[in-house]
């Protein structure tokens, strides 16, 4: 869509200016992005396999002592989501943590596009955080990181890439504990061609 999003060039699309509410005491998949910072593209802005995305978001998190499960990200499309990406169950660190830092990087690369669900994406990325179980158990002020899609990456379920597409950020807890909880403090979606 030349002349609208930078003709090529790295465009901010949006970016949160308030935090998200806290994700707690549930196991339902839930928003972490305040309002204003879901970002609606236009029908036709994903217009061409390559396309791609970049997603920064950072935050704090708690997680429960001993059993705290995991902890699922996805970016998904529209009211009634389409998960496009997914990440892995990322085991959570079973010392209890406390409002730890949490950041997100991620890319978002076009796969397909069309109508009805023929449109996919690929999401390649990582998660760090103190609260997460990397190659070692990170220790205070240390951090962890999860790949997005630790074994057989994969293009997310499909979606019309025609129509007007509200890009969202969810969480998903394994444990249902008020000890579990995550925020999103800054988000920042950029379109990168």
């Given at each position: 869509?030349?002349?609208?999003?930078?003709?090529?060039?790295?465009?901010?699309?949006?970016?949160?200016?308030?935090?998200?509410?806290?994700?707690?005491?549930?196991?339902?998949?839930?928003?972490?992005?305040?309002?204003?910072?879901?970002?609606?593209?236009?029908?036709?802005?994903i217009d061409v396999p390559g396309k791609t995305f970049r997603v920064r978001a950072t935050?704090?998190?708690s997680t429960l002592v001993t059993t705290p499960g995991t902890l699922t990200l996805s970016m998904r499309l529209n009211s009634t989501p389409i998960i496009v990406s997914t990440s892995q169950a990322m085991a959570l660190n079973i010392v209890s943590k406390s409002s730890v830092s949490w950041v997100l990087d991620l890319d978002l690369i076009v796969r397909s596009v069309g109508s009805s669900t023929s449109a996919t994406i690929?999401?390649?990325?990582t998660w760090t955080s103190e609260a997460v179980?990397?190659?070692?158990?990170?220790?205070?002020?240390?951090?962890?990181?999860?790949?997005?899609?630790?074994?057989?990456?994969a293009a997310g379920t499909g979606f019309d890439s025609t129509a007007t597409n509200l890009v969202d950020l969810y969480g998903?807890?394994?444990?249902?504990?008020?000890?579990?909880?995550?925020?999103?403090?800054?988000?920042?979606?950029?379109?990168?061609?």
């Open positions: 869509m030349s002349g609208i999003y930078g003709d090529g060039y790295p465009v901010l699309l949006v970016s949160a200016h308030t935090a998200g509410s806290a994700l707690a005491s549930s196991t339902t998949a839930t928003s972490l992005l305040p309002g204003q910072a879901k970002f609606s593209l236009p029908a036709n802005f935050g704090r998190v690929m999401g390649m990325g179980i990397g190659a070692a158990v990170p220790s205070a002020g240390g951090s962890g990181v999860h790949q997005w899609q630790a074994s057989s990456p998903t807890w394994s444990v249902n504990s008020a000890s579990n909880s995550i925020t999103c403090e800054t988000y920042c979606l950029y379109s990168m061609n």
